[in-house]
């Protein structure tokens, strides 16, 4: 008999607040994250928005010390996994060092360290590229750091799947807790690459919405006037533990990982193919890895990224697999208010979907004005909605045709 896996502490950092609770009280009011970017002068950029991470100061989760060896996206990382272990209540010692691991993705990782020490190279010469240069910039940093900070001496991993990567984190961290690798795994996602190098890559690719005049309508997943998606950042950190022995402490469970799935696209390094097969399959992969029937499934959190052809195939793979039951879903996109968090967006989409079968309340998609007909489907347009949910399911489809289900159970 395989384990179970359960989610009992949950820490968020995002373009809507810096913690948990902010974070998901502004995403039912319909509140958006995105504004005009203050991190760099963007005026020579065709978009100029993002959702960025207000507010936040890295010596809140560290010494002053580690700060300076870390790039942003670490600070979000350790942030989060500092919030999500107080909230689970489990406590790492000696005795379970060894048994907690930590899994922690994204999507590019330490980019503002790199602009900042190629800058410094090129000015100042290379004595005056710092010594934290290197164990700042590489992406499994953001596992590193926060199994040094807090002692877990578990399996210690990190991936970097593009968009898909948090999901994936959660994923792979729940099936080394049910082959018995872990007894429990802190894991998710972080990424922080507003930047001039990162904005100015995507601008070049017409990836991004250039509706700088209006930020917080710019992001508008299934809209027929959606014209590409908004960066974000920030961490979405999640604890899993085995479900027996997170009942024997009294964890309070937010829910039970029942499925996951994965797959590849085989197709195009940027954009999905028009048949929906990968999201089709991760879809269906993890629906049978939990036993699931589609009718089961109350609620989906989309990946939704409000690109044109992306959640026009969504759509068209949610309603392949699910057939007549996508009449009574709802299919939501938070990145309506979040802006896109790349590799982070697993992880706090994830941690959302938990939070809506917590409290029966399913965030909207804001900015939904114009209904695309080839997006026909329940996004809970505008306004949230007070549902149960017993059965949900988070998307997250990534460049380079990488595509990722997680399924969420009431517990």
Not at 42 to 48: D, F, L, P, T
Request: charged content about 20%.
């Amino acid at each position: 008999m395989r384990r179970r896996v359960v989610m009992t502490g949950i820490g968020l950092l995002t373009p809507l607040g810096l913690d948990r609770e902010s974070s998901w009280r502004a995403l039912l009011a319909g509140k958006s994250g995105i504004g005009t970017i203050t991190r760099f002068d963007a005026s020579n950029h065709s978009c100029r928005i993002a959702g960025e991470v207000r507010g936040f100061d890295p010596l809140s989760a560290m010494d002053r010390k580690d700060v300076r060896k870390m790039d942003p996206f670490t600070h979000y990382a350790v942030a989060a996994a500092r919030e999500a272990l107080e909230d689970s209540g489990y406590e790492i010692s000696a005795a379970n060092a060894e048994g907690i691991g930590v899994y922690i993705g994204s999507g590019i990782g330490g980019l503002q360290l790199l602009e900042t020490q190629h800058q410094a190279l090129i000015d100042r010469g290379p004595r005056r590229v710092s010594p934290f240069f290197i164990p700042g910039m590489i992406l499994n940093m953001g596992t590193g750091q926060v199994s040094i900070l807090l002692g877990a001496k578990g399996p210690n991993l990190a991936c970097a799947t593009a968009c898909a990567t948090g999901t994936h984190a959660i994923g792979e961290s729940a099936r080394l807790i049910r082959d018995g690798y872990a007894e429990a795994m802190i894991t998710g996602g972080a990424e922080a690459v507003i930047t001039p190098l990162a904005v100015a890559g995507f601008c070049s690719m017409k990836a991004l919405s250039t509706r700088n005049d209006e930020p917080e309508k710019a992001s508008r997943p299934f809209d027929a006037g959606r014209d590409g998606f908004v960066m974000g950042e920030g961490a979405g950190i999640v604890i899993l533990e085995e479900r027996e022995a997170a009942l024997a402490r009294g964890a309070n469970v937010y829910a039970e990982v029942v499925g996951y799935g994965l797959s590849g696209d085989a197709y195009h390094i940027s954009a999905p193919s028009e048949d929906g097969d990968g999201p089709i399959r991760s879809m269906r992969l993890a629906l049978a890895d939990g036993g699931i029937e589609p009718s089961e499934v109350d609620y989906i959190n989309a990946h939704g990224t409000s690109t044109p052809a992306g959640d026009r195939i969504e759509v068209m793979a949610v309603r392949e697999i699910f057939g007549a039951h996508a009449d009574k879903l709802v299919c939501s996109s938070t990145k309506s208010m979040t802006g896109h968090l790349l590799g982070a967006a697993g992880g706090v989409e994830a941690a959302i979907t938990a939070l809506t079968i917590r409290d029966g309340k399913i965030p909207p998609t804001i900015n939904h004005d114009d209904p695309d007909p080839e997006c026909n489907i329940d996004c809970a347009p505008n306004e949230s909605r007070d549902q149960s949910v017993s059965l949900a399911l988070s998307n997250s489809f990534g460049f380079g045709g990488t595509n990722a289900t997680i399924i969420l159970k009431q517990p």
